[in-house]
């Protein structure tokens, strides 16, 4: 939940876009500086025509991911003073916030383009959450106040669930949460609140506060297919699987279909489970619910061009890169693409600078083996024996005891070239022999040795 609070901010943010051309003056000049002054005017219209183009492109590639263009184009455009200067550090202030960088969020924010009341307006959320972010719970608290006072007049929740994640972060109570759900009459609000509420006890765990309540609903929230959802989303989140299906299972939602996917898999019926969370993905196309778990259902019914599809749409943070790049390379190595799995098994190698775990190291020896490439292979065995791989430590011993080893594995000669069938030969019956003793000392030369012993006289 706490996600989508995220981004529906940023979208507020990116919403306010109030670009408008210079006004052009009536003024008569003497003919030679009228000719200048029209030059003048045209030249600066052509310059905010220009910062708007550059802001519409920015604003397009942050909605479609691509931030390091959008920065670019920000950072490098000699945007004037005025209104667009204010417009370029919101959109950079976005762009580093997705990316993470909280205090060079709050640092753009301050400067003094952005203090104008109506600037601060548009901006004031994404400071706000930055310092929460990041743990300054005073400076969040001074600035949701400021923030509080001239936005509150355009909010129809009363800043409801702002004021309750900034209260989170700064309230020393420690049953600020409960007191919060505690007395809350949920049946008696509109519907805005409602639905707030409802996701709130979810953000918050605190389904056992608010179920009570739902039996003095009206028919009307569940006529609403989002405050249905909600609301059967609070009795499986609270253990109560019967009574969430009965509102779940006719609503085609994307987290409806997830909640009966589950079903499956708890069945272990997985063909059904797999197919429900397709078509969770097809209500929503970048449901995170879904694709985490499309992906390990993929593996398991050996669907592998498609586990390389959802592994390619789930977002991953950085501490996560070498893990999906491994998976990748598994799942392009079943498909027999060893050639784009080597790509990816070199971005892990280079990423994890050198300590490179178990399972890559036996990734890169199938690769280098199926590549024909065995350059890779002595330090990739290396490192699975030193794991305790048996079968990398038969390796290393059998690359040193014959010469051309590797390039043995794969050829198609065969090393008892003339007999077609070794076994049949060797175990087939042979030709009879004849069994001759051997006379190894004749007992005639034994009596003449004795007879040189004796002395005649």
């Known amino acids: 939940?706490?996600?989508?609070?995220?981004?529906?901010?940023?979208?507020?943010?990116?919403?306010?876009?109030?670009?408008?051309?210079?006004?052009?003056?009536?003024?008569?000049?003497?003919?030679?500086?009228?000719?200048?002054?029209?030059?003048?005017?045209?030249?600066?219209?052509?310059?905010?025509?220009?910062?708007?183009?550059?802001?519409?492109?920015?604003?397009?590639?942050?909605?479609?991911?691509?931030?390091?263009?959008?920065?670019?184009?920000?950072?490098?455009?000699?945007?004037?003073?005025?209104?667009?200067?204010?417009?370029?550090?919101?959109?950079?202030?976005?762009?580093?916030?997705?990316?993470?960088?909280?205090?060079?969020?709050?640092?753009?924010?301050?400067?003094?383009?952005m203090k104008t009341q109506d600037v601060q307006s548009k901006v004031c959320f994404l400071k706000v959450l930055s310092q929460i972010i990041i743990n300054r719970p005073e400076q969040a608290k001074i600035s949701w106040k400021d923030c509080q006072s001239i936005t509150s007049y355009y909010s129809p929740s009363d800043l409801t669930w702002m004021q309750i994640i900034v209260d989170l972060k700064t309230n020393r109570d420690k049953n600020y949460t409960e007191k919060l759900f505690k007395d809350m009459a949920i049946d008696t609000v509109d519907e805005k609140m409602l639905r707030i509420y409802l996701k709130l006890a979810l953000y918050l765990n605190q389904q056992d506060k608010i179920i009570p309540r739902f039996k003095y609903f009206s028919v009307a929230p569940l006529e609403n297919p989002i405050h249905r959802e909600l609301i059967g989303l609070n009795y499986y989140r609270n253990g109560n699987i019967v009574k969430a299906y009965q509102l779940l299972e006719n609503l085609q939602t994307a987290n409806a279909e997830?909640?009966?996917?589950?079903?499956?898999?708890?069945q272990k019926n997985y063909p059904k489970a797999y197919a429900q969370y397709k078509l969770a993905l097809k209500r929503k196309a970048n449901s995170k619910n879904a694709l985490n778990r499309l992906l390990p259902l993929s593996w398991k019914l050996n669907q592998w061009n498609e586990g390389v599809k959802y592994l390619q749409n789930i977002e991953i943070e950085d501490e996560q890169r070498i893990e999906n790049h491994t998976l990748m390379a598994v799942f392009l190595t079943l498909l027999n693409k060893h050639e784009a799995a080597k790509e990816y098994l070199r971005k892990d190698t280079k990423q994890a600078n050198r300590s490179e775990s178990l399972e890559i190291s036996q990734l890169k020896i199938l690769n280098s083996l199926m590549l024909h490439d065995y350059n890779p292979i002595e330090d990739a065995a290396a490192n699975s024996c030193s794991g305790k791989d048996g079968l990398s430590c038969w390796l290393l011993i059998f690359a040193h005891s014959w010469e051309d080893s590797y390039q043995k594995l794969t050829t198609d000669e065969t090393i008892h070239q003339k007999n077609k069938d070794l076994v049949e030969e060797l175990t087939g019956p042979g030709p009879v022999q004849e069994i001759k003793e051997e006379i190894l000392v004749e007992q005639k030369l034994i009596e003449e040795l004795d007879n040189n012993l004796i002395i005649l006289k």
């Open 1 to 113: 939940m706490k996600s989508y609070s995220v981004y529906f901010f940023l979208f507020i943010l990116l919403g306010y876009h109030p670009l408008s051309l210079a006004s052009r003056f009536n003024y008569k000049y003497p003919q030679g500086e009228e000719l200048a002054i029209e030059g003048s005017i045209k030249s600066k219209e052509l310059n905010n025509y220009n910062a708007q183009n550059i802001l519409k492109e920015a604003k397009y590639h942050i909605i479609t991911g691509n931030l390091q263009k959008a920065r670019i184009l920000l950072n490098e455009s000699s945007l004037s003073v005025n209104f667009t200067k204010a417009i370029q550090f919101r959109y950079l202030a976005i762009i580093y916030f997705i990316e993470k960088k909280y205090q060079k969020v709050i640092d753009i924010l301050s400067t003094e383009e």
């Open 258 to 266: 997830v909640f009966k996917g589950n079903l499956y898999l708890v």
